[in-house]
T-cell receptor, first 113, second 115 residues
Framework: DTAVSQTPKYLVTQMGNDKSIKCEQN?????MYWYKQDSKKFLKIMFS???????INETVPNRFSPKSPDKAHLNLHINSLELGDSAVYFC????????????FGSGTRLTVV | AQSVAQPEDQVNVAEGNPLTVKCTYS??????LFWYVQYPNRGLQFLLK??????LVKGSYGFEAEFNKSQTSFHLKKPSALVSDSALYFC?????????????FGTGTLLAVQP
């Protein structure tokens, strides 16, 4: 019974394509996040939604567009994929209040060729 | 702005020996500090956190961390390392500047435990 699930786990695609990564959490958390982990393993936040409202939008190309149909889902759509988009993308969720940490999904490894 | 630093890219330790993975932080107020572990091809797993109270925090898998306010450090420790502890460890601080609950991660430290 996975708490934060992402699909697909692996994604190989050509430059210029458009792709989506889906994320769902069954923890009842209010806030969801997308992080990017690059080849050096650095983790950088991209977006965060709280109850379907965008609250964090870091310096990310506008080819990346998050969508949250409800508070249990946060999808990431990427247009016109570039080689530099190759990375592992992690979804996470957390309670809105208190000092809790995040629960992470297992990641989506995106390879752009 | 809040930040954390992990000065070591890699820590090598023999199985059975004590291990320490270092983390220092910079915050403008009281820090909320976390340790996460990432095993190969897996997501990040929560190990422990410091919010307030005792400076020594105990977490999963026998790990503990000591909060030291004067040294602004939050080092991860374990008395006896296991080969299965080999993984990538991230220190993180919660951004207290707003209501976003954003976690800011360090650059990670690869722990290698030799049999």
């Amino acid at each position: 019974d996975t708490a934060v699930s992402q699909t697909p786990k692996y994604l190989v695609t050509q430059m210029g394509n458009d792709k989506s990564i889906k994320c769902e959490q069954n923890l009842g958390h209010d806030t969801m996040y997308w992080y990017k982990q690059d080849s050096k393993k650095f983790l950088k936040i991209m977006f965060s939604y709280n109850n379907k409202e965008l609250i964090i939008n870091e310096t990310v190309p506008n080819r990346f567009s998050p969508k949250s149909p409800d508070k249990a889902h946060l999808n990431l759509h990427i247009n016109s994929l570039e080689l530099g988009d190759s990375a592992v993308y992690f979804c996470a969720s957390s309670p809105n209040h208190g000092a809790g940490g995040y629960t992470f999904g297992s990641g989506t490894r995106l390879t752009v060729v | 702005a809040q930040s954390v630093a992990q000065p070591e890219d890699q820590v090598n330790v023999a199985e059975g020996n004590p291990l320490t993975v270092k983390c220092t932080y910079s915050v403008s107020g009281n820090p909320y500090l976390f340790w996460y572990v990432q095993y190969p091809n897996r997501g990040l797993q929560f190990l422990l956190k410091y919010i307030t109270g005792d400076n020594l925090v105990k977490g999963s898998y026998g790990f503990e961390a000591e909060f030291n306010k004067s040294q602004t450090s939050f080092h991860l420790k374990k008395p006896s390392a296991l080969v299965s502890d080999s993984a990538l460890y991230f220190c993180a601080v919660r951004d207290l500047g707003g209501a976003t609950n954003k976690l800011i991660f360090g650059t990670g430290t690869l722990l290698a435990v030799q049999p």
